[in-house]
C-alpha cells in the first residue's frame, strides 16, 4: 500500500500537527548541526504555502531523563555540582531550535515557542495564534507517556497532541521506527495521516531496494559488527547480484572461511550466521564479495602504522584496519555492473586519516555511478558520516537522515512512523458484463496488458464466465486481476445455470463480485442469499467486491442511506475481521448504472462516508481506514479523477466504460 503524502491533501484553513526529526546535536543551548532542521523545512514552507492555519511542530531533543541520570553520575564521579535545570536547558529545552528554525526560516513563517510547560493543553494558545504560524512544542520526552510500552499511556498523550491538527504529517523518518506517542499513536486520533516531503522521499529511494530494486542491485555493507547485519543481509540477498561486505564485520565471514585474521575485529558467535549467510548468497545466485588483500595495523590507534598485506590472510600481530587495491579494484569491477546501489557501514576505520582510504575510494566509486544514471543510496550514521567527510554527500541520489530507520527499512520491516501514513489503494474494476465473445474479450484483455502496464493502481477485468478462461490466460503476470461477475451459495450439486467457487477457482479467478445492483433487482437476490455467497467466496480465498447503492424512488425518499446500511451490514453479517481485509464494497447508486447519470462527488463522498461510518461501528476505526469503498454509476474519464478525489472514494467499479481499453484506460490511470 503506497503511503499518503502532503501533496494528496488540502490544508487550507486546516491546523496541522508535524512531527519532525529535530533531534540535533545541542550544546549550552546552541545548535551545532542543523542539518535535520533543514532537511524538514520543504515539508514546513509546504504546508504554510497551502494557507494551514497553523503549522504546529513536535520533537524529542535526547532523552532528558536517561541523559541527565548520566551526566549526574559523571559529575559525581568527577567531584562537580550537577545543575539539573542548566543541564537540560543546554541540550533538552526546544526553544533554541524553535529559535533556530526562526532563523532557517526568514520572512517564510512566524515561529513561536508554546513553553516550557510541555505538550498538554496548549489547544488555546494555538488556537488564538495568527493564521500561518509556525508552532513548536516543548521537547515530547518530557511526558514519559511519549515511550511508554503501555498503549493506554501512549494514547493518552497522543489524544492530547491530537487536539492541534485537523491533519497529522509525519516528516520524521529518522524516529519512524519507534512505536510512540508522537510518531504513530497520535494517528488514531485524527482524521488524516500523512508523510511530508522528507518522509517521502526516504520511503520512495530505500523501500524499493527490498520489494522491487531496479536491477543489478549492489549492496555494500560495513561496520563493526555482524551481529547488527545479519536482518539486513538476509533481505538484501533476495534481491542482490552482489553483497560487497566490509568493514569490522568482513573478518567473521574471512574467519568463517578458513581465512586467518590475526587480531582483527571478529564475532566468534557469529561465525555460523556468517557461514548461513555465505550459504544462502551460494543458493540466491549472489556474489559475496570479501576483501583479499588489506591495509592493517598493529593496534588500534589514530597513530599506528598503516602495513600493506597483499593477501587475504594477516598475521598473528596485525589488525585489519581497511581495505587494500586488489579490493578496491574488485569494488569497482562489482560497482561497474550495478544499476542501484545502496551502501550502509564503512569499509576500513576511515575516523583514522590512515586507514580511510578505502571508505573514501567507496564513496568517489557510488559518487561516479550516481553520475552514470545509477540509483545510489547511502544510509546508516557512520556511511553518511563518511560520505560527508569526503565531500561527496550532493553525489548521491539519497543520502539517508534515518539510522536506525533507514536500517530496519532495508531490513524489510514495517516502520510503525510509515505504516500509520499509508492510505488505501485505489482499485479500479471493470464490469464487462454479458458482452464479448471469447475473441472480443481476449482483443480487450491483451490491449488492457499493455496501456495499463505500469499503472499506480489495483485493477481487476471481470469479464463473462465464458471468457474467464480466455482473459486469465492473457492477464497472467500483468497487473490486472481476473474477476467473476457472481457465483452460486453452493460449492457444487443440482443448480442449473449456476457457476461455483470451486469452478472459479479452477479458472483461476481472484475477485467475486457480489450483490451487484442486477442480481439485486433484475434477479431477485436478497441480503440473506447475498450474505451467503460473500461467505463461501471469502472462505474459499477470494477477493469480494459487495455492491450496495439505493434506486432513485429510495433516494427521492430520503431512504439512501437506510438501504445502504441494510445491505452493507446483512451483506457482511457474520463475515469476520480478517475475512473484510479482503472486501471491497462498491457504492452504486442504481439510480446511476448504465444511465449516464453519475452521483455529484459531494453526493458519493456523503454516502461513502456513511458506509466508512458504518464499517467503523462493525469493526473499529483501523478496518474503516483501510477498507477500500469503490464507487459506480456512469464513471468515465470526464468525472473520474473528480470523484476519486474525495476523501471516501477509493476507486472505481466501471461498466459501459470498460468496454474499451481506449476509454477504461483513462479512468484507470487518473491523476
Ligand atoms: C456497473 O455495472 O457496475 C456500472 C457501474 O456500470 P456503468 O459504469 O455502466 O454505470
Same mark, same amino acid.
Given at each position: 500500500?503506497?503511503?499518503?503524502?502532503?501533496?494528496?491533501?488540502?490544508?487550507?484553513?486546516?491546523?496541522?500537527?508535524?512531527?519532525?526529526?529535530?533531534?540535533?546535536?545541542?550544546?549550552?543551548?546552541?545548535?551545532?548541526?542543523?542539518?535535520?532542521?533543514?532537511?524538514?523545512?520543504?515539508?514546513?514552507?509546504?504546508?504554510?504555502?497551502?494557507?494551514?492555519?497553523?503549522?504546529?511542530?513536535?520533537?524529542?531533543?535526547?532523552?532528558?531523563?536517561?541523559?541527565?541520570?548520566?551526566?549526574?553520575?559523571?559529575?559525581?564521579?568527577?567531584?562537580?555540582?550537577?545543575?539539573?535545570?542548566?543541564?537540560?536547558?543546554?541540550?533538552?529545552?526546544?526553544?533554541?531550535?524553535?529559535?533556530?528554525?526562526?532563523?532557517?526560516?526568514?520572512?517564510?513563517?512566524?515561529?513561536?515557542?508554546?513553553?516550557?510547560?510541555?505538550?498538554?493543553?496548549?489547544?488555546?494558545?494555538?488556537?488564538?495564534?495568527?493564521?500561518?504560524?509556525?508552532?513548536?512544542?516543548?521537547?515530547?520526552?518530557?511526558?514519559?507517556?511519549?515511550?511508554?510500552?503501555?498503549?493506554?499511556?501512549?494514547?493518552?498523550?497522543?489524544?492530547?497532541?491530537?487536539?492541534?491538527?485537523?491533519?497529522?504529517?509525519?516528516?520524521?523518518?529518522?524516529?519512524?521506527?519507534?512505536?510512540?506517542?508522537?510518531?504513530?499513536?497520535?494517528?488514531?486520533?485524527?482524521?488524516?495521516?500523512?508523510?511530508?516531503?522528507?518522509?517521502?522521499?526516504?520511503?520512495?529511494?530505500?523501500?524499493?531496494?527490498?520489494?522491487?530494486?531496479?536491477?543489478?542491485?549492489?549492496?555494500?555493507?560495513?561496520?563493526?559488527?555482524?551481529?547488527?547485519?545479519?536482518?539486513?543481509?538476509?533481505?538484501?540477498?533476495?534481491?542482490?547480484?552482489?553483497?560487497?561486505?566490509?568493514?569490522?564485520?568482513?573478518?567473521?565471514?574471512?574467519?568463517?572461511?578458513?581465512?586467518?585474521?590475526?587480531?582483527?575485529?571478529?564475532?566468534?558467535?557469529?561465525?555460523?550466521?556468517?557461514?548461513?549467510?555465505?550459504?544462502?548468497?551460494?543458493?540466491?545466485?549472489?556474489?559475496?564479495?570479501?576483501?583479499?588483500?588489506?591495509?592493517?595495523?598493529?593496534?588500534?590507534?589514530?597513530?599506528?602504522?598503516?602495513?600493506?598485506?597483499?593477501?587475504?590472510?594477516?598475521?598473528?600481530?596485525?589488525?585489519?584496519?581497511?581495505?587494500?587495491?586488489?579490493?578496491?579494484?574488485?569494488?569497482?569491477?562489482?560497482?561497474?555492473?550495478?544499476?542501484?546501489?545502496?551502501?550502509?557501514?564503512?569499509?576500513?576505520?576511515?575516523?583514522?586519516?590512515?586507514?580511510?582510504?578505502?571508505?573514501?575510494?567507496?564513496?568517489?566509486?557510488?559518487?561516479?555511478?550516481?553520475?552514470?544514471?545509477?540509483?545510489?543510496?547511502?544510509?546508516?550514521?557512520?556511511?553518511?558520516?563518511?560520505?560527508?567527510?569526503?565531500?561527496?554527500?550532493?553525489?548521491?541520489?539519497?543520502?539517508?537522515?534515518?539510522?536506525?530507520?533507514?536500517?530496519?527499512?532495508?531490513?524489510?520491516?514495517?516502520?510503525?512512523?510509515?505504516?500509520?501514513?499509508?492510505?488505501?489503494?485505489?482499485?479500479?474494476?471493470?464490469?464487462?458484463?454479458?458482452?464479448?465473445?471469447?475473441?472480443?474479450?481476449?482483443?480487450?484483455?491483451?490491449?488492457?496488458?499493455?496501456? @495499463?502496464?505500469?499503472? %499506480?493502481? &489495483?485493477?481487476?477485468? =471481470?469479464?463473462? !464466465?465464458?471468457? $474467464?478462461?480466455? /482473459? *486469465?490466460?492473457? +492477464?497472467?503476470?500483468?497487473?490486472?486481476?481476473?474477476?467473476?461477475?457472481?457465483?452460486?451459495?453452493?460449492?457444487?450439486?443440482?443448480?442449473?445455470?449456476?457457476?461455483?467457487?470451486?469452478?472459479?477457482?479452477?479458472?483461476?479467478?481472484?475477485?467475486?463480485?457480489?450483490?451487484?445492483?442486477?442480481?439485486?433487482?433484475?434477479?431477485?437476490?436478497?441480503?440473506? @442469499?447475498?450474505?451467503? %455467497?460473500? &461467505?463461501?467466496?471469502? =472462505?474459499?480465498? !477470494?477477493?469480494? $467486491?459487495?455492491? /450496495? *447503492?439505493?434506486? +432513485?424512488?429510495?433516494?427521492?425518499?430520503?431512504?439512501?442511506?437506510?438501504?445502504?446500511?441494510?445491505?452493507?451490514?446483512?451483506?457482511?453479517?457474520?463475515?469476520?475481521?480478517?475475512?473484510?481485509?479482503?472486501?471491497?464494497?462498491?457504492?452504486?447508486?442504481?439510480?446511476?448504472?448504465?444511465?449516464?447519470?453519475?452521483?455529484?462527488?459531494?453526493?458519493?463522498?456523503?454516502?461513502?462516508?456513511?458506509?466508512?461510518?458504518?464499517? =467503523?461501528?462493525?469493526?473499529?476505526?483501523?478496518?474503516?481506514?483501510?477498507?477500500?469503498?469503490?464507487?459506480?454509476?456512469?464513471?468515465?474519464?470526464?468525472?473520474?479523477?473528480?470523484?476519486?478525489?474525495?476523501?471516501?472514494?477509493?476507486?472505481?467499479?466501471?461498466?459501459?466504460?470498460?468496454?474499451?481499453?481506449?476509454?477504461?484506460?483513462?479512468?484507470?490511470?487518473?491523476?
Amino acid at each position: 500500500m503506497m503511503i499518503k503524502t502532503v501533496k494528496t491533501v488540502e490544508f487550507k484553513d486546516k491546523r496541522v500537527i508535524m512531527r519532525v526529526d529535530f533531534n540535533v546535536p545541542m550544546k549550552d543551548g546552541v545548535v551545532q548541526d542543523d542539518t535535520r532542521i533543514a532537511a524538514a523545512i520543504p515539508t514546513i514552507k509546504y504546508i504554510i504555502a497551502h494557507g494551514a492555519k497553523t503549522l504546529t511542530l513536535m520533537s524529542h531533543l535526547g532523552d532528558p531523563a536517561k541523559d541527565a541520570e548520566k551526566a549526574k553520575a559523571k559529575a559525581e564521579k568527577d567531584g562537580k555540582t550537577f545543575d539539573y535545570d542548566k543541564y537540560i536547558k543546554g541540550k533538552h529545552r526546544m526553544a533554541p531550535v524553535a529559535a533556530h528554525l526562526q532563523k532557517k526560516l526568514g520572512k517564510a513563517a512566524v515561529v513561536v515557542f508554546a513553553g516550557e510547560d510541555g505538550c498538554f493543553g496548549k489547544k488555546a494558545f494555538i488556537d488564538s495564534q495568527k493564521p500561518g504560524t509556525v508552532i513548536m512544542l516543548e521537547n515530547t520526552r518530557f511526558h514519559k507517556e511519549e515511550t511508554a510500552k503501555d498503549a493506554k499511556d501512549l494514547d493518552k498523550l497522543a489524544k492530547s497532541l491530537a487536539e492541534y491538527g485537523d491533519i497529522f504529517v509525519n516528516d520524521a523518518f529518522g524516529t519512524a521506527h519507534r512505536d510512540q506517542a508522537s510518531t504513530a499513536s497520535i494517528a488514531k486520533f485524527v482524521p488524516v495521516s500523512v508523510a511530508g516531503l522528507l518522509m517521502e522521499k526516504e520511503v520512495n529511494y530505500l523501500e524499493p531496494v527490498v520489494t522491487n530494486p531496479v536491477k543489478p542491485l549492489v549492496a555494500i555493507i560495513g561496520g563493526a559488527k555482524v551481529s547488527s547485519k545479519i536482518a539486513v543481509l538476509e533481505s538484501l540477498l533476495k534481491n542482490a547480484s552482489a553483497l560487497v561486505i566490509g568493514g569490522g564485520m568482513a573478518f567473521t565471514f574471512l574467519k568463517a572461511q578458513g581465512k586467518k585474521i590475526g587480531k582483527s575485529l571478529v564475532e566468534d558467535d557469529q561465525i555460523d550466521t556468517a557461514k548461513k549467510i555465505l550459504e544462502a548468497a551460494k543458493k540466491c545466485g549472489a556474489e559475496i564479495v570479501l576483501p583479499v588483500d588489506h591495509v592493517c595495523a598493529d593496534k588500534f590507534d589514530a597513530a599506528s602504522k598503516p602495513v600493506a598485506v597483499a593477501s587475504v590472510n594477516i598475521s598473528d600481530k596485525l589488525m585489519g584496519m581497511d581495505v587494500g587495491p586488489k579490493t578496491l579494484a574488485k569494488y569497482k569491477e562489482v560497482i561497474s555492473k550495478a544499476k542501484t546501489i545502496v551502501w550502509n557501514g564503512p569499509v576500513g576505520v576511515f575516523e583514522y586519516d590512515a586507514f580511510a582510504k578505502g571508505t573514501g575510494e567507496v564513496a568517489k566509486l557510488v559518487a561516479e555511478a550516481t553520475s552514470r544514471g545509477v540509483i545510489t543510496i547511502v544510509g546508516g550514521g557512520d556511511s553518511v558520516a563518511a560520505v560527508n567527510k569526503f565531500g561527496l554527500a550532493s553525489k548521491m541520489s539519497h543520502v539517508s537522515t534515518g539510522g536506525g530507520a533507514s536500517l530496519e527499512l532495508l531490513e524489510g520491516k514495517k516502520l510503525p512512523g510509515i505504516e500509520v501514513t499509508r492510505g488505501r489503494e485505489y482499485f479500479i474494476a471493470g464490469n464487462w458484463k454479458m458482452h464479448k465473445t471469447r475473441a472480443e474479450s481476449a482483443e480487450l484483455a491483451k490491449a488492457l496488458v499493455k496501456s @495499463l502496464k505500469g499503472g %499506480k493502481h &489495483k485493477y481487476l477485468a =471481470a469479464p463473462s !464466465f465464458t471468457s $474467464i478462461e480466455t /482473459v *486469465g490466460a492473457i +492477464l497472467k503476470g500483468s497487473n490486472i486481476l481476473l474477476g467473476a461477475q457472481n457465483c452460486s451459495t453452493d460449492e457444487q450439486g443440482a443448480h442449473t445455470g449456476e457457476v461455483s467457487v470451486l469452478q472459479l477457482k479452477d479458472l483461476g479467478v481472484d475477485v467475486i463480485i457480489l450483490g451487484h445492483s442486477e442480481r439485486r433487482h433484475v434477479y431477485k437476490e436478497d441480503d440473506a @442469499l447475498i450474505n451467503k %455467497k460473500m &461467505k463461501l467466496a471469502l =472462505a474459499h480465498g !477470494f477477493e469480494v $467486491i459487495l455492491c /450496495v *447503492g439505493e434506486t +432513485l424512488d429510495e433516494r427521492e425518499k430520503g431512504k439512501a442511506e437506510a438501504i445502504c446500511k441494510r445491505q452493507t451490514e446483512k451483506g457482511l453479517e457474520g463475515i469476520s475481521a480478517a475475512d473484510l481485509a479482503k472486501v471491497t464494497i462498491a457504492y452504486e447508486p442504481v439510480w446511476a448504472i448504465g444511465t449516464g447519470k453519475t452521483a455529484t462527488p459531494d453526493d458519493a463522498q456523503a454516502i461513502h462516508k456513511f458506509i466508512r461510518g458504518l464499517i =467503523a461501528k462493525l469493526y473499529g476505526a483501523e478496518a474503516a481506514r483501510m477498507i477500500v469503498i469503490q464507487y459506480g454509476g456512469s464513471v468515465k474519464a470526464e468525472n473520474a479523477a473528480q470523484l476519486m478525489a474525495m476523501e471516501d472514494i477509493d476507486g472505481a467499479l466501471v461498466g459501459g466504460a470498460s468496454l474499451k481499453a481506449e476509454t477504461f484506460t483513462p479512468i484507470a490511470k487518473f491523476s
